[in-house]
């Protein structure tokens, strides 16, 4: 697990592919994804799925707009599969290279 601190308080995610935003701030998911797709490079993971519900997508154009500025993304998409009723996007991620390690 690793600890994402935010203004308010100190979260511990379980770093394992697939980042629910629906606990997070609006505010936080600048910082919050960037670091968690990083952690899941170093922990070999490089397929990620983010969930950030349907609603009205202003969750889901951030997340992308993020996404688009990560060299460390090779291409993402929406989720096909939809995990309940929620909003996802799957994201695939660069390898690491082995001086990154």
Request: charged share 30%.
């Amino acid at each position: 697990m690793t600890e994402y601190l935010n203004e308010n308080s100190e979260v511990v995610l379980e770093i394992d592919g697939t980042l629910d935003l629906h606990q997070f701030s609006p505010k936080d998911v600048k910082t919050l994804v960037p670091g968690y797709l990083v952690e899941c490079q170093h922990k070999g993971i490089y397929e990620v799925r983010i969930i950030h519900g349907k609603g009205k997508g202003v969750l889901r154009r951030t997340v992308h707009a993020i996404l688009n500025r990560l060299d460390s993304v090779v291409d993402f998409r929406l989720d096909d599969k939809m995990i309940g009723n929620w909003g996802a996007t799957v994201v695939r991620l660069k390898p690491l290279a082995m001086e990154d390690h």
